[in-house]
C-alpha cells in the first residue's frame, strides 16, 4: 500500500496558524474602537442622571461608591462570570457633566489592563424622555486567539445589563416624581 507524504498538509496547517495568528496580533496593535449601545428611557436627563449615581452603590450590580466629591466619584466593582478570568476587581472613576455625561476611566484592576467610557444623555425636544448611550473600552491584557471577540462579547452583554438596570432606576425615579407632582403617595404603583 502506498502512503503519500504528509508534508504538504501540515505545511498547510503551519500556514493556516501562522496566518491566524499574524492577524490576531494585527488586530491587537490596532487602537480600539469603543463599544456602544443605547435605550431610549421614559424619564428626562435629570431622573436619568440620578438612575446613574444611584447605581454606583448597588449590591444588585456588585458596586461600592468609595468617595464622591460632588463631582468624581470612585467606584470598587466586583465582576464576576468573567470568561477566562472569573472574578475581577476594579476601581473606576466617574467625571459628571451634569444631565449631560459621565466619563469614566479604570483606575486599577486585579486582573484587566484599561477601560474607560462615556454615558451620553441626550434628551427628547419635549424633555420627557431621554436616549442613554454607553459608550465603553476595556483592554482585558488577554493574549489568547481571539481575546478581542471574547471581549466584545462580554463587554456587549454587560453594556445591555447595564442600559436595562439604568432604565429600570430612572423610569421608576419618574413613576415616583410624577406620584409626588399629583399631590399622591410617592409610593411606586
Known amino acids: 500500500m502506498y502512503v503519500k507524504s504528509k508534508g504538504p498538509i501540515i505545511r498547510v496547517i503551519v500556514l ?7 492577524s490576531n496580533q494585527a488586530e491587537a ?21 440620578e438612575a446613574i449615581q444611584k447605581t454606583r452603590d448597588s449590591t444588585l450590580m456588585h458596586r461600592k461608591l468609595l468617595s464622591y466629591d460632588g463631582k468624581v466619584a470612585k467606584i470598587k466593582e466586583n465582576l464576576e462570570d ?22 469614566y476611566k479604570m483606575l486599577s484592576s486585579d486582573k484587566f489592563k484599561s477601560g474607560s ?9 419635549d424633555h420627557k424622555s431621554t436616549n442613554l448611550e454607553l459608550q465603553s473600552f476595556l483592554d ?3 493574549h489568547v486567539p481571539f481575546a478581542g471577540e471574547i471581549t466584545k462579547m462580554g ?14 432606576v430612572a423610569e ?9 407632582h399629583k399631590g399622591g403617595s410617592s409610593e411606586k404603583k
Open 16 to 22: 493556516a496558524m501562522f496566518v491566524l495568528f499574524a
Open 29 to 49: 496593535g490596532k487602537p480600539a474602537k469603543p463599544l456602544s449601545a443605547s435605550v431610549e428611557i421614559a424619564a428626562p436627563p435629570e431622573a436619568v442622571f
Open 82 to 103: 468573567v470568561p477566562i478570568y472569573g472574578k475581577v476587581e476594579c476601581i473606576w472613576e466617574e467625571t459628571e457633566t451634569p444631565f449631560e455625561r459621565i466619563e
Open 117 to 125: 467610557g462615556t454615558w451620553i444623555l441626550t434628551p427628547s425636544a
Open 140 to 142: 482585558t491584557g488577554l
Open 155 to 168: 463587554a456587549a452583554k454587560d453594556n445591555k445589563v447595564r442600559l436595562k438596570r439604568i432604565k429600570e
Open 172 to 180: 421608576g425615579l419618574e413613576t415616583k416624581t410624577e406620584t409626588k
